[in-house]
């Protein structure tokens, strides 16, 4: 029996998501300044193909004819992130006409019944503050608090939902550990000094927040894989526990609990690396929702010839075009496991798949997209009927957009761009999503 809109609570927000780096272009249009990004992927070799964001989806010109898609679609909720170097310069003066792009988006979102939910970082950090340390600086938390106030003070009379950082698991390890990320770096010392000032500026945000938009919501996204033994062992098991900690616990414990979790802290006290743990008070700050980007699953086996005493291991699953296994179970277990250890209400903040879209005769027959969706809105229907406290679900994304070190080759979009003409195209999955949404 396929599923229907009307099984979703009435009030149950069906929305889609994007970034400002992945979607906008423009990046040197009215004052907008650089960022991380801006710099790393100029920098040869770090994107596939060489590609950058420069244009992208051209979204800075085009929002109006974005928002009435999902219109079309039959959204009530879109997830955009803000561009900090595009609203603020580096003489910390406020880019007014980088803050009238945004004031024109959510008011033409708001005219269409589209309720924004806005994500101050995903990821595009102003260069000039990457020179003064970036997130290794601890003075950070106070640049991002600053940055936070003017966008609650200048959007917060209409916008009542925020998330203040985007899966800072991804800032941090994929930044300051693996470099397959700006900055680039690879220090899991550096990496862990990020982690702590990325949460100390979330922590800095929500203090600000609650003295500025006094009705609104404000969460944090965090990434959130099932971690699965790749063979059941008691080994194997304990290393799933320590990456769970490592991935899931890291972003989540601190702030409902104060304090890092315990096994993946030991395991980093045995490395030799320095914890720091201040403002742990700030960062415990009460929040409103978490925000659950969920994609897949991690299989780990123990590994003691790694300093982290793991490694990952290739699943059987049917997998997207970014390698991922398909596995809508993962969901519901993530889900349920977030919403009974810490309590609060949860948003799907990102779910979506990359896959072989290819345009032919303006049609782009995604019948994979909607079997995929269709698997993941059961479980979050099933986790609702479960009693979890589950209130929206934002696909990923409503563009094919600029996927980060993957360039241009990677569509997670239901709407198909044709980047040299900047057409957009609704797949199959979009026209699906429009009956799902009317019914
Ligand atoms: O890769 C698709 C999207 C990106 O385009 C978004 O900007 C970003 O928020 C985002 N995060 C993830 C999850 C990445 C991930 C998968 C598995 C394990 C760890 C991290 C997938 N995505």
């Not at 992945?22 to 710099?39: C, K, L, T």
């Not at 414990?253 to 490395?271: C, H, M, R, T």
């Not at 995929?372 to 679900?393: C, Q, S, V």
């Amino acid at each position: 029996m396929a599923i229907k809109r009307s099984e979703f609570p009435e009030n149950f927000i069906f929305g889609t998501a994007t970034s400002a780096y992945q979607i906008e272009g423009a990046v040197n249009e009215d004052g907008r300044e650089p960022s991380i990004w801006d710099v790393f992927s100029h920098t040869p070799g770090k994107i596939q193909n060489n590609e950058n964001g420069d244009v992208a989806c051209d979204h800075y010109h085009r929002y109006n004819e974005d928002v009435q898609i999902m219109k079309e679609i039959g959204f009530n909720g879109y997830r955009f992130s803000i561009s900090w170097p595009r609203v603020l310069f580096s003489n910390q003066k406020k880019n007014q006409k980088g803050l009238d792009f945004y004031n024109k988006l959510v008011d033409t979102l708001l005219e269409n019944n589209i309720t924004p939910f806005i994500t101050l970082y995903h990821w595009d950090l102003p260069y000039y503050l990457y020179e003064k340390g970036g997130w290794l600086n601890p003075d950070i938390a106070l640049y991002f608090q600053d940055y936070a106030a003017l966008m609650f003070e200048i959007l917060g009379d209409r916008v009542k939902h925020w998330i203040t950082l985007n899966e800072p698991w991804c800032s941090s390890y994929l930044g300051y550990f693996m470099g397959k990320h700006a900055p680039g770096h690879t220090n899991i010392q550096e990496t862990i000094i990020a982690a702590h000032n990325l949460l100390r500026a979330h922590g800095y945000a929500v203090k600000i927040f609650r003295e500025i938009v006094k009705d609104g919501i404000i969460g944090i996204t965090n990434v959130v894989s099932k971690i699965e033994p790749a063979k059941e062992s008691e080994e194997n098991f304990q290393a799933a526990i320590l990456v769970d900690e490592i991935v899931n616990g890291w972003f989540h414990d601190p702030i409902i609990f104060g304090k890092f979790p315990e096994n993946a802290k030991g395991l980093f006290k045995q490395l030799g690396l320095e914890i720091p743990e201040t403002d742990m008070d700030i960062i415990s700050q009460p929040i409103d929702f978490f925000g659950v980007n969920y994609y897949t699953r991690q299989l780990v086996e123990y590994d003691p010839t790694s300093p982290y005493l793991y490694k990952n291991v290739e699943g059987i699953l049917p997998k997207t075009e970014m390698g991922w296994e398909i596995y809508p179970e993962g969901l519901y277990d993530m889900l349920r496991k977030i919403h009974r250890r810490y309590g609060l209400p949860l948003y799907i903040t990102e779910n979506g798949m990359a896959g072989p879209d290819k345009l032919q005769n303006d049609i782009i027959n995604d019948d994979y997209r909607v079997k995929y969706l269709e698997k993941h809105f059961e479980k979050a229907l099933e986790a609702i009927e479960d009693g979890i406290d589950l209130r929206g679900y934002f696909v990923w994304s409503l563009l094919d957009n600029f996927e980060w070190e993957k360039g241009y080759s990677k569509r997670f979009g239901i709407v198909y761009v044709d980047y040299k003409t900047q057409k957009r195209y609704l797949k199959k999955s979009a026209v699906w999503l429009k009956e799902f949404l009317r019914k």
